[in-house]
């Protein structure tokens, strides 16, 4: 069952949408050109990637830097081509919007915002660990001498094991300095309890 809390909740937004129908489809229409324009912008940068030829390349022509540069050529597309315009579409136009609200809406808004309890909220994901990870093993691959090599120069194992060496390393680097700060603070604090 649903508290009295989230009932008025949920009706105090059904109302906000009934009232400004117009603006609320707008905000659709928009979320929905921003996810077309995503995917255009995704397959454009397939189609002119200046590493492999996307209609004859194959997987053995691909290296770890191809990887590198098409991801940085990926994201800087899409933050200039869909998230700059993006940004500026949203936060004009909820300026604007807001703007012209009656103050006795935008107060009640207000008023509603802070009589929200606001819940921690719980993430998940591999955090930062997977984006560190994959730069670790850019860095052995590349220390390795086969940064620039192509996948199919090398067995599949070697791949595999490359990461499990590099996960070894982070381990060592990070675990010994940490383990032996545990251990010191054990020995100074801890002990003269």
Request: proline share 3%; aromatic share 20%.
């Amino acid at each position: 069952m649903e508290s009295n809390n989230d009932l008025s909740e949920k009706q105090y937004w059904k109302d906000v949408i009934k009232k400004h129908q117009s603006a609320f489809i707008v905000l659709i229409v928009a979320g929905v050109c921003v996810i077309v324009g995503a995917f255009l912008v995704l397959f454009w940068v397939i189609e002119i990637n200046p590493f492999v030829n996307p209609r004859t390349g194959t997987f053995d022509d691909w290296t770890l830097n191809y990887i590198v540069g098409i991801t940085i050529l990926t994201i800087l597309s899409e933050l200039l081509f869909v998230g700059i315009p993006t940004g500026i579409f949203f936060v004009l136009g909820g300026y604007l919007y807001w703007r012209k609200l009656p103050e006795e809406e935008k107060q009640e808004f207000k008023d509603r915002e802070k009589k929200k309890t606001h819940r921690k909220k719980e993430y998940g994901g591999g955090g930062g660990f997977s984006f560190f990870m994959f730069i670790a093993y850019c860095i052995y691959i590349a220390v390795d001498g086969n940064y620039n090599a192509t996948f199919g120069s090398q067995p599949f194992s070697y791949w595999i094991y490359s990461w499990l060496l590099t996960l070894m390393w982070i381990f060592i680097v990070f675990g010994i300095p940490i383990g032996i700060l545990l251990i010191s603070y054990y020995i100074y604090k801890w002990r003269k309890k």
